[in-house]
């Protein structure tokens, strides 16, 4: 069903306001792998991932399946932090429909994507009900749903689980995680929180703080699913990328006068 594409950043720059908000950013992601982006807030993780989705235009190359990016296309999809980016005035089903309804599909080829999409994230059940009838983790399961009906070879995800509590955020980690091994797409998720990155990633790349935000430290995960926090491994790596995150908080804290050397 998927097409396998990787994502190639090469020597990418943007310029927001006047100010170069990231600069020279290299970074190959393989075919069906999952990257996590880990960074200070403001330091460019959602720029970059606009980047990738064509919302933002960039200097530099950025490739994704071999192509170059110059815009939004329905191979790239997006679940944002917030699920207001489903149609409230519409069903679940007539939000997964959506897409497909664009592109052409028939009202049979319509439904059976929705369907087989809405039993993916276990919502088949809510297919009549509008977004406001949902809780937050439905919706942003709605969401998850109404992208893979696009069928993307790429999907880009912005903290889309940091609006939701912890037990929520944990079943729906899983299921990304099912879905991910499901359809083999290569996924791009931006997330504050280390665990959730350790349990979902192939490879954790983090960033400096910004302007001129880098690439900071790319870590593989070389753990095997399902993945265990308590593992001495697991416990290393968070400890690594809690230190490399915090002195880029502390250096952004400094150049802002709030922090002295001493407390540093
Ligand atoms: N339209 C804009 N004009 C000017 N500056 C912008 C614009 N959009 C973002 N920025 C700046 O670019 C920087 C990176 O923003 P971005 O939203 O990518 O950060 P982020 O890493 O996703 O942060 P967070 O973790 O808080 O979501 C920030 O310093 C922000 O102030
Ligand atoms: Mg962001």
């Not at 100010?19 to 960074?39: K, Q, R, Y």
């Not at 330091?43 to 110059?70: M, Q, R, W, Y």
């Not at 699913?225 to 490399?244: C, I, S």
Request: proline residues 5%.
């Amino acid at each position: 069903m998927t097409k396998y594409e990787g994502i190639r950043l090469d020597g990418v720059g943007v310029t927001l306001g006047g100010t170069e908000v990231v600069a020279n950013v290299d970074l190959d992601i393989a075919p069906g792998e999952f990257v996590c982006l880990l960074g200070p807030s403001g330091c460019g993780k959602s720029t970059l991932l606009n980047v990738i989705a064509g919302f933002v235009p960039a200097t530099g190359g950025v490739f994704v399946g071999g192509h170059e990016v110059k815009g939004p296309g329905v191979e790239r999809g997006v679940v944002f932090q917030s699920a207001e980016a489903l149609f409230p005035w519409l069903t679940v089903r007539q939000n997964v429909e959506y897409g497909p309804k664009i592109r052409g599909a028939s009202r049979s080829e319509c439904a059976e994507i929705s369907e087989r999409y809405l039993r993916l994230v276990g919502l088949f059940h809510a297919s009549d009900k509008l977004p406001s009838e949902l809780s937050g983790g439905m919706r942003q399961r709605v969401q998850i749903a109404r992208v893979l009906a696009n069928e993307p070879s790429v999907i880009l995800m912005d903290e889309p689980f940091g609006a939701l509590d912890a037990q929520t955020r944990e079943v729906l980690q899983r299921e990304v995680d099912r879905i991910w091994r499901a359809t083999g797409a290569t996924i791009v998720f931006v997330t504050h929180d280390i665990s959730e990155a350790i349990l979902l990633a192939d490879r954790v790349v983090t960033m400096s703080v910004g302007p001129r935000a880098r690439i900071k430290t790319v870590a593989k995960v070389d753990l095997e699913h399902p993945r265990d926090l308590m593992d001495p491994r697991a416990l290393a790596l968070h400890r690594m990328l809690r230190d490399d995150i915090g002195s880029e908080v502390n250096k952004s804290l400094r150049a802002q006068g709030l922090l002295t050397e001493e407390a540093a």
